[in-house]
């Protein structure tokens, strides 16, 4: 497991590090959006909200930095700040229709509380409640895919449904979401 992280961490940065180069030679579309996600792994389902950048390298290729938050589920929360890599595939019978394999790096962070309940000996309080924070971080991949359907020129509704693989901490996440071009 270790050789294929440490193997697919190297791919992704070697194919942005492709992507910034041809970056110099034209300027793309550039776009706004927001999220909703569901993310599911490790025994642990929670939804979160997302917001994203994506900037058009060339025609074919886009960058889309984002960052997303997982609201609290069994006393855990997380985060992901992430950068992607979409190869565009338009469609030629419905030009408002894109496909798009997805790669990229991400940094989760977790947040696990702890709390106890006050202990009472006779009715009278012996030792309060407490509420202690385990918060951590680890770098991980991205893969999958995703959909956009172009509104107009201004506006797109997506999908996307990719794997997230961290050392410890691996899950599915499904997100629907909206773009606004710039």
Do not use: C
Request: proline fraction near 2%.
């Amino acid at each position: 497991m270790r050789n294929f992280f440490g193997k697919s961490i190297l791919v992704v940065i070697i194919m942005i590090m492709a992507s910034t180069t041809v970056f110099a030679q034209g300027k793309g579309k550039m776009a706004l959006g927001a999220n909703l996600n569901i993310g599911s792994g490790s025994d642990l389902t929670n939804f979160g909200l997302g917001v994203k950048f994506q900037y058009g390298i060339t025609k074919e290729i886009r960058l889309e930095p984002s960052f997303n938050y997982f609201f609290e589920a069994s006393n855990v929360s997380m985060w992901n700040l992430g950068v992607n890599a979409h190869y565009l595939f338009r469609s030629s019978s419905n030009k408002n229709l894109i496909l798009y394999p997805i790669a990229g790096l991400a940094m989760v962070g977790t947040k696990v509380t702890i709390e106890t309940d006050p202990i009472y000996m006779g009715g009278e309080l012996i030792m309060p409640g407490t509420s202690t924070s385990v918060t951590g971080s680890d770098l991980g991949i991205n893969f999958g895919g995703g959909i956009e359907y172009k509104l107009n020129s201004k506006v797109s509704l997506s999908g996307e449904a990719k794997y997230q693989v961290v050392e410890n901490y691996s899950r599915f996440i499904i997100s629907g979401g909206v773009n606004f071009y710039l």
